[in-house]
């Protein structure tokens, strides 16, 4: 048996085509177009396009929110004669890029008749030829729009899967119900009634230097010298599936074959059949293939891509594709390490790589994650669907059911300035302090429905407030205050996030009746006639350090200001944004002050509209080792100020204003905070001029400063 020499490649170096508002992170590695062009690989990829540069191993990527790139998701890549790439969308269209500028070509500014294109090739003159589809065949020659299908050609079919140019540029066309020749006049059909064609769905077509046309369908492999057909498949052949992905020919006219259950070689009379057990094939379903001007294979899998130079097999990881799953139930922050818990598995990334923990490597009772909470000594606290852990970055507890934790279906953590672990299922609320005591408040012994726990916040003075599945409750020791639509002005009963600015106002999310504001009195609400709010099921809400209010629905993600008069005017989604999904799931900030989205389909997307920093050692690139309160500026002020912090570590921060009597007249910052800058903005526009003093507290440092406030 052959052997081969496996070297696994990360790439040194990612950037961005420019410095990115998004950047996203998702399980999805598959690779559905390979395009070698001088000493580049242009793949694509369904979070963009990817520029390796193969001396240096650097790559570029280039997606919809940092480049003219209509869609993310790539189906197909070409190159006309200029040297200029075509890039074809799942949704957005073609795309034109001659190294600097972007020309976008869809539906509706051009004569591409369909968004959906799975295929182009370059004729002699120049001419762009288009498969869509659902469209048909569409010709551009840099001016004018030709479209052939169904109703106006001899086409067969409307779906193009394929494009391949002969000798006497006829071209020939897949399509989902056969094989067509067209000279520019004239159309010949081949399917299986009149034909050899084994199969109509014709996915894959490549012409030999022999004028031999190779291809590959739904049913089999074919070679038509234009008489003959003959036909192999799993039957005659060591084909591993009568299913053909693609085909690509080499320098020597070896004919490349992925199948979604290996690799094939066929040098005209042998096949040589390459899955993961016999070489360094990432996975066995191979969606595109290339050949670079060194004859060296690229193949692109649904597990990434891989380089073949004849026996050495070297693969390249993207971390953008490492995260386990691309439901991202929830996020956190430790102040060295970003916390991602998804639907199947929990992530640890340090801004280069992923570490995922999973019940297989780990001692993680489930891997479905939904939710996590870091405590004051940076341990991380993870509820799941069935179970509780502990992780103290080396060593793992699981806490099994007992006659308090009722179910193992943890379903909202919080963690009180006590260090308290508040704990959240769908069999009632639970207390575990630092001796591990229980406390269980449920329907028993409250006399209130607070068994269904959705969410968890708690206010400035220790109150409690939990989400359910029948209203909003307040827990005051032992005491419940319950609201619902029968009671209150809560616009539904089925809540599923609150946050709590620093004017001590609860901000409700609610699954069918938009966003509410509650002050303790009075109820505010947010639809469609008063926001920007996109949807009704409100999922997810973060308050960041400027008091903005981050609104995570079903329907993309919406900003606005403490006061809920001051909203985004055009929510962020897959359509302007770099989402690549718009049921938002969950939101968080980072102390360099980017936004991390979780999302349910779409996996985890990073945004700052001022540019993407992912380095946490700050200031000047060295590790914060101190706790700073700085002077508030202006001081004096009037109305507004503004007071900057610095943590060393993650821990309950609280950020308090007194008067000179030392009443408290304003809770500023009381949350879980990871080590980082902070800044704070002070509104004392209710208050009267004099002296005020302001301290933090966090992981036992203290200090208090005086401001002024003068009207």
Not at 9 to 30: C, E, G, M, R, V
Not at 81 to 104: I, K, R
Not at 355 to 377: C, F, H, M, R
Request: with cysteine.
């Amino acid at each position: 048996m052959k052997k081969y020499l496996i070297l696994l490649f990360f790439f040194p170096f990612i950037t961005y085509a420019q410095n990115p508002q998004w950047i996203n992170y998702t399980d999805s590695k598959s690779i559905y177009a390979l395009k070698e062009v001088g000493n580049y690989t242009w793949i694509g990829t369904t979070i963009g396009l990817i520029k390796l540069d193969k001396t240096t191993g650097n790559a570029i990527v280039y997606n919809k929110s940092n480049s003219g790139l209509p869609d993310n998701n790539i189906n197909t890549i070409a190159v006309d004669g200029s040297g200029n790439l075509w890039v074809g969308t799942l949704f957005g269209g073609l795309a034109e890029f001659n190294g600097s500028a972007w020309t976008v070509y869809n539906n509706s500014n051009s004569g591409l008749p369909d968004n959906d294109v799975n295929s182009i090739a370059v004729d002699r003159s120049g001419n762009v030829w288009i498969g869509t589809m659902y469209g048909g065949l569409a010709e551009f020659n840099g001016g004018a729009w030709t479209v052939y299908n169904l109703s106006n050609s001899g086409i067969p079919g409307d779906y193009v899967f394929s494009i391949a140019l002969d000798d006497s540029s006829n071209k020939w066309l897949g399509t989902n119900l056969g094989v067509a020749e067209f000279n520019g006049a004239k159309w010949v059909v081949y399917d299986t009634s009149n034909s050899g064609l084994p199969g109509n769905l014709v996915s894959s077509i490549v012409i030999d230097g022999s004028n031999i046309k190779w291809i590959g369908t739904d049913s089999g492999f074919v070679k038509f010298d234009g008489v003959n057909w003959t036909v192999y498949n799993d039957s005659n052949s060591i084909l591993p599936s009568d299913y053909i992905n693609t085909i690509t020919l080499d320098d020597s006219s070896n004919k490349w074959i992925g199948t979604p259950t290996g690799l094939v070689e066929f040098n005209g009379n042998t096949f040589t059949l390459i899955t993961t057990s016999n070489s360094g094939l990432p996975n066995n379903d191979v969606l595109s293939i290339a050949v670079d001007a060194d004859n060296n294979k690229w193949f692109g899998t649904v597990n990434g891509f891989i380089e073949f130079n004849g026996s050495t097999w070297t693969a390249y990881n993207i971390i953008n594709f490492d995260l386990p799953h691309n439901d991202v139930r929830s996020i956190a922050f430790d102040g060295q390490y970003e916390w991602i818990g998804t639907g199947y598995g929990l992530a640890k990334f340090n801004d280069t790589a992923f570490t995922v923990y999973k019940q297989k490597n780990s001692g993680l009772p489930y891997n479905e994650i939904k939710t996590i909470a870091v405590d004051d000594s940076g341990n991380k606290w993870i509820g799941t669907y069935d179970g509780l852990a502990k992780f103290n970055g080396s060593a793992w507890t699981v806490f099994p059911l007992n006659t308090y934790l009722r179910s193992n279906n943890i379903t909202a953590l919080y963690i009180d300035k006590s260090n308290n672990k508040w704990i959240g299922t769908d069999s009632g609320l639970v207390k575990l302090d630092n001796a591990y005591n229980w406390s269980i408040y449920d329907s028993l012994n409250t006399g209130q429905p607070i068994n269904d726990v959705l969410a968890l916040a708690i206010d400035e003075n220790g109150n409690k407030w939990i989400g359910t599945n029948y209203g909003l409750a307040k827990l005051v020791d032992s005491t419940v205050t319950f609201y619902n639509t029968s009671n209150s002005s809560i616009p539904d009963n089925t809540v599923q996030a609150i946050a709590i600015d620093g004017s001590n106002n609860k901000w409700i999310g609610t699954a069918s009746g938009g966003l509410a504001k509650f002050d303790g009195t009075t109820w505010t609400i947010f639809d469609n006639t008063n926001s920007s709010l996109p949807s009704f099921d409100v999922n997810s809400l973060f308050i960041d350090s400027s008091s903005n209010i981050w609104i995570g629905t079903s329907y993309g993600l919406e900003e606005c200001d403490t006061t809920g008069t001051v909203w985004a005017p055009n929510p962020y989604n897959m359509s302007n944004s770099g989402l690549l999904d718009n049921n938002i799931s969950a939101v968080a900030s980072d102390a360099s002050g980017n936004m991390w989205i979780g999302t349910i389909q779409g996996g985890l997307a990073v945004f700052n509209s001022a540019g993407v920093n992912l380095n946490k050692l700050k200031p000047n690139g060295k590790t914060i080792s101190k706790f700073v309160l700085a002077q508030n500026y202006p001081n004096p002020f009037n109305p507004t100020t503004i007071i900057n912090y610095t943590l060393s570590k993650t821990g309950l921060v609280t950020l308090k204003v007194y008067d000179i009597l030392g009443r408290e007249v304003r809770t500023l910052v009381n949350e879980v905070k990871a080590a980082g800058n902070y800044s704070v903005e002070f509104n004392a526009a209710k208050l009267s001029s004099g002296v005020y003093f302001y301290r933090m507290q966090s992981a036992g440092y203290s200090q208090t400063k005086k401001l002024i406030l003068l009207k």
